[in-house]
């Protein structure tokens, strides 16, 4: 039954992809199921399906990168008995969600080529906000980050497969987790041959809360006052509720 539904997805969106793309031997194209991730009060994840069309040999990798934002990495030491935070380090720079899929093993891609295109975990650099002395250190600060990154599922442990449908029509898919950041993210489709990016396409995707956890966000955003007044009043209805109910 899923292998059908992709046979129609294949039928419906491959001349779609092809026809943004009208410029004379092109050998690439990508288009998304859903240019939107909708963030509700029940949501607990779900999967963006990218789909795309390959004309010839080569390799093809896509990348979700969320919004940069700057990030503080803590690192606690012992001191007297309590372990307290002792050094710091603030990152620019750091997208907000990361994921990245191959058709084939990072070994058959150049790794200059997976850094200059920022293609996996590696390739990636984080800005410090300060200039140090010691690189090592900020290697072992950035190398925390992404374990805790990777432990909120935001960051892949490693690439995730693309599934070839049919001859030349792909697909790959990432999951969102229910913590995603919101704001505006990009895809981006690679297509690598003779060691070198042919061709590359892009799309934007766009997380938002909406419903009524956007409401209370923008309450709190906006007016966070009131909001810091309203969870007062339902902290303490919740304590007298349930002291009634005891009762």
Same mark, same amino acid.
């Not at 805790?148 to 935001?154: D, P």
């Not at 995603?180 to 505006?184: I, M, V």
């Not at 902290?235 to 007298?240: M, R």
């Given at each position: 039954?899923?292998?059908?539904?992709?046979?129609?997805?294949?039928?419906?969106?491959?001349?779609?992809?092809?026809?943004?793309?009208?410029?004379?031997?092109?050998?690439?194209?990508?288009?998304?199921?859903?240019?939107? #991730?909708?963030?509700?009060t029940?949501?607990?994840?779900?999967? #963006?399906?990218?789909?795309?069309?390959?004309?010839?040999?080569?390799?093809?990798?896509?990348? #979700?990168?969320? +919004?940069?934002?700057?990030?503080?990495?803590?690192?606690?030491? +012992?001191?007297?008995?309590?372990?307290? =935070?002792?050094?710091?380090?603030?990152?620019?720079?750091?997208? &907000?969600?990361?994921?990245?899929?191959? !058709?084939?093993?990072?070994?058959?891609?150049?790794? !200059?080529?997976l850094?200059?295109?920022?293609?996996?975990?590696? &390739?990636?650099?984080?800005?410090?906000?300060?200039?140090?002395d010691?690189?090592?250190l900020?290697?072992?600060?950035q190398?925390a980050? #992404?374990r805790?990154?990777?432990?909120?599922?935001?960051?892949?442990?490693?690439?995730?497969?693309?599934e070839?449908? !049919?001859?030349?029509f792909? $697909?790959? !898919?990432?999951?969102m987790?229910?913590n995603?950041?919101?704001?505006?993210y990009?895809?981006?489709?690679?297509?690598?041959?003779?060691?070198?990016?042919?061709?590359e396409?892009?799309?934007?995707? $766009?997380?938002?809360?909406?419903?009524? =956890?956007?409401?209370?966000n923008?309450?709190?955003e =906006?007016?966070?006052?009131?909001?810091?007044?309203?969870?007062?009043?339902m902290?303490?209805?919740?304590?007298?509720g349930?002291?009634?109910?005891?009762?």
């Open positions: 039954m899923m292998k059908y539904w992709l046979f129609i997805a294949a039928l419906f969106l491959a001349p779609m992809a092809f026809a943004q793309a009208p410029e004379f031997g092109q050998r690439l194209a990508m288009d998304l199921a859903s240019d939107q #991730v909708d963030i509700t029940g949501f607990h994840g779900g999967n #963006v399906e990218v789909f795309g069309m390959r004309q010839g040999p080569g390799v093809v990798a896509v990348v #979700v990168k969320g +919004p940069e934002r700057t990030m503080m990495v803590r690192r606690k030491t +012992p001191v007297l008995g309590a372990w307290i =935070n002792t050094q710091y380090l603030k990152f620019r720079r750091v997208p &907000s969600y990361y994921d990245y899929a191959l !058709s084939a093993g990072k070994a058959d891609i150049p790794p !200059s080529l850094k200059d295109a920022k293609i996996g975990l590696d &390739s990636l650099y984080f800005d410090p906000d300060i200039s140090r010691d690189p090592d900020v290697r072992k600060f190398e980050l #992404v805790n990154k990777q432990a909120q599922g935001i960051f892949p442990t490693g690439p995730k497969p693309i070839f449908i !049919s001859d030349g792909f $697909r790959a !898919s990432f999951y987790p229910p995603l950041p919101s704001g505006t990009e895809v981006h489709a690679y297509l690598i041959d003779g060691g070198q990016v042919i061709e396409k892009t799309k934007t995707l $766009r997380v938002a809360q909406v419903g009524f =956890n956007a409401r209370v923008r309450l709190a =906006n007016h966070g006052f009131f909001y810091a007044i309203l969870g007062l009043f902290a303490v209805g919740a304590g007298w349930v002291h009634f109910l005891r009762r």
